[in-house]
C-alpha cells in the first residue's frame, strides 16, 4: 500500500509540476527531481527503521519531546524560521528545508503510545491516562498554531485521539474530548478574519468565484473536466498555471482529471486500506 501511493504521488507530481517547472526553473523536472530525491531518503529511512525493535524508541520519548519543543520555538524565532507566504513554518538552509511539524506528529504518536502502554491498567481514570496527553498535545499545537499552520494543529489532536481509540479509552472521556476539540478548533478558525474568509469560502466557492473561491472552483473544474476515466496521464489543462498548487496541496485535483474518478477512487481506497492496516497491526 504505502508503495503503490508513493509510485502514484511521484508520477503525479511529475505530471501536475511539468509546467510551473518549466516556467520557473527552466526545466520540466525540477520539482519531480526533488520529490524523488525525498521518495529515496524515505526508503532508505524506512529500510533502517524496519529493523528496528519498536520497543526501543520508548528509550527516546523525553529526549525526542524536548528535541521537538525547542525546534518549534526555533521556527517562530525572525531570521531563523522561514517565512513562506505569511507563515513561519521551515527550518534549513537554501532548498534544504523541512518542517518541525512532521516531526511534532511522530514525537506524538511516541509520547502518546509510551505513556498509554505505562498506565494500561488506569484507562479508566482520565487524570492519569488523558490529562497527561492533553497537555502534550495542547503545548506542541499551541507552538505549531503560533506559525500559524491549524490545519497541523488540529492534525495533531486526530493523532492523539486515534492512538487512544486504538488504546481502548472510555468512550465518554473520547467523547468529551472530541467534543471540545471541535470546539476549539472551531473558535480558532473563526478568530481570524483570513481563516473566517477561508471557511466561508469553502462553503460557497463560486460566490467568489475570481477571487476568494478562485482555486476550490478551478479544482473542481478540474475534477469534473476528468469524468470517470480521466483525460489520460499528463493531458490534464489545469496545471497550464489555472490551478494554484497544482502540485503540491491541490494535487488531487490533478488525480481527478487525468485519472478521472477510477483514479481518485483507488487513492482513497488505498488510504483507507493503510488506515485499516495501520488499525489492525495496533490492535494486535
Do not use: C
Amino acid at each position: 500500500t504505502i508503495a503503490v501511493l508513493n509510485v502514484i504521488g511521484v508520477v503525479m507530481v511529475l505530471s501536475a509540476s511539468s509546467i510551473l517547472s518549466l516556467t520557473t526553473h527552466g526545466s520540466a523536472w525540477y520539482f519531480f527531481e526533488r520529490q524523488l530525491v525525498w521518495t529515496v531518503i524515505g526508503i532508505i529511512g524506512f529500510t533502517v527503521v524496519l529493523r528496528i525493535d519498536y520497543r526501543r524508541w520508548r528509550d527516546g520519548v523525553r529526549p525526542m519531546l524536548f528535541l521537538t519543543a525547542t525546534l518549534l520555538v526555533m521556527v517562530l524565532v525572525p531570521h531563523v524560521g522561514i517565512y513562506v507566504s505569511g507563515s513561519r513554518r521551515w527550518l534549513g538552509i537554501g532548498a534544504w528545508r523541512f518542517q518541525p511539524t512532521e516531526l511534532a506528529k511522530f514525537t506524538l504518536v511516541l509520547f502518546a503510545a509510551d505513556l498509554l502502554t505505562r498506565r494500561e491498567h488506569e484507562l479508566f481514570d482520565w487524570r492519569r491516562s488523558i490529562r497527561p496527553l492533553v497537555v502534550v498535545v495542547a503545548g506542541l499545537g499551541g507552538l505549531v498554531f503560533l506559525e500559524p499552520d491549524l490545519d497541523s494543529t488540529i492534525l495533531l489532536g486526530v493523532i492523539a485521539v486515534a492512538i487512544l481509540v486504538a488504546a481502548g479509552v472510555r468512550l465518554r472521556h473520547l467523547a468529551t474530548i472530541g467534543l471540545g476539540g471541535m470546539s476549539i478548533a472551531t473558535i480558532l478558525a473563526l478568530s481570524a478574519p483570513y481563516r473566517r474568509a477561508r471557511l466561508l469560502t469553502f462553503l460557497h466557492p463560486t460566490a467568489d468565484a475570481g477571487n476568494g473561491g478562485y482555486q476550490i472552483v478551478q479544482s473542481l473544474i478540474a475534477l469534473g473536466s476528468g469524468g470517470v476515466g480521466g483525460v489520460g496521464l499528463g493531458a490534464g489543462r489545469s496545471k497550464w498555471l489555472f490551478l494554484p498548487n497544482a502540485h503540491t496541496d491541490f494535487i488531487f485535483a490533478v488525480i481527478g482529471e487525468e485519472l478521472g474518478l477510477v483514479g481518485t477512487l483507488t487513492v482513497l481506497a488505498l488510504f483507507g486500506a493503510f488506515a485499516v492496516l495501520g488499525i489492525r497491526t495496533a490492535l494486535r
